[in-house]
Nanobody, 119 residues
């Protein structure tokens, strides 16, 4: 099994910065991709940023220029640095890792961390 523990999150003022981190542990040989999604109920979860093992990154349009995803391979940690936060960034942020398994690639998810940007 793969366990993910998220840290960071909380309340920040408009225009402020925040860093989210997610540490993966458990039984896996390699991580093919790591990323973040966010959700504001009742809307569907939406992708925020994705980092592949070849260092390719993909960002949602809303995140481009403001969010940066990076990893610490030695610690199997993926982080999301967010700057110039806006109230519309308020959401629960979930991290995930994509690892190969017996039946192919599988995503494992964290429990989520709340980010609230005040107006």
């Amino acid at each position: 099994q793969v366990q993910l523990v998220e840290s960071g999150g909380g309340l920040v003022e408009r225009g402020g910065s925040m860093k989210l981190s997610c540490a993966a542990s458990g039984r896996f040989f390699t991580i093919r991709a790591m990323g973040w999604e966010r959700q504001v109920l009742p809307k569907a979860r939406e992708p925020v940023a994705l980092l592949f093992d070849n260092d390719t990154t993909i960002y949602a349009d809303s995140a481009k220029g403001r969010f940066t995803i990076f990893r610490d391979e030695g610690k199997h940690t993926v982080s999301l640095q967010m700057v110039d936060l806006k109230p519309e960034d308020t959401a629960v942020y979930y991290c995930f890792v994509r690892v190969p398994g017996e039946q192919g690639l599988r995503d494992h998810w964290g429990r989520g961390t709340q980010v609230t940007v005040s107006t």
